[in-house]
T-cell receptor
């Protein structure tokens, strides 16, 4: 069973803070990585891809560390609306059909 | 608009009853998936399908069944053999690793 693990959280941070989450994966052959955002009682929605060179989208930065087999998500200047659970998704090269495995999620609460 | 539609949004099941959750997509995606999510937990894969008329068991397939007679449709049946079916069920389709999820069905046993 290929494992994808995340910081359990919850992360409670004040507005304006910078917060970072990690997601570790066990299969060194994994090549594709994504971050999803899930609001309470809603479906996950794609937040951003994670490229080898990193990826930045506004206040959000995703990084990949292949040597240590983890990806990270950095959120700068946190907003109340960033409160959600963040799921990482990692492809599983050994299982073509179920080719992505989701982490259990990290819950973020941004406090006023 | 292309998307993935799940119905119903809420479903109540009596003990010993089979129920079917609908999932339809018009994204022309080949791959479709069913996940179960319990409160405060991650997504657990129930079944997946890469092509029409083919599907594979995921990590928690016991007590569930699926069919894939059309590319657009991937219904999930929760059978009476599933002893603890109360959960949030999510259907997804994917292309090149990009997953699109339906809005989910919240199933409760009464």
């Amino acid at each position: 069973r290929k494992e994808v693990e995340q910081d359990p959280g919850p992360f409670n941070v004040p507005e304006g803070a910078t917060v970072a989450f990690n997601c570790t994966y066990s299969n060194s052959a994994s090549q594709s990585f994504f971050w999803y955002r899930q609001d309470c009682r809603k479906e996950p929605k794609l937040l951003m891809s994670v490229y080898s060179s990193g990826n930045e989208d506004g206040r959000f930065t995703a990084q990949l560390n292949r040597a240590s087999q983890y990806i990270s998500l950095l959120i700068r200047d946190s907003k109340l609306s960033d409160s959600a659970t963040y799921l990482c998704a990692v492809n599983d090269p050994d299982n073509y059909g179920q080719n992505f495995v989701f982490g259990p999620g990290t819950r973020l609460s941004v406090l006023p | 608009d292309g998307g993935i539609t799940q119905s119903p949004k809420y479903l109540f099941r009596k003990e010993g009853q089979n129920v079917t959750l609908s999932c339809e997509q018009n994204l022309n995606h080949d791959a479709m998936y069913w996940y179960r999510q319990d409160p405060g937990q991650g997504l657990r894969l129930i079944y997946y399908s890469q092509i029409v008329n083919d599907f594979q068991k995921g990590d928690i397939a016991e007590g569930y069944s699926v069919s894939r007679e059309k590319k657009e449709s991937f219904p999930l049946t929760v059978t009476s053999a599933q002893k603890n079916p109360t959960a949030f069920y999510l259907c997804a389709s994917s292309m090149a690793g990009y997953y699109t999820f339906g809005s989910g069905t919240r199933l409760t046993v009464v």
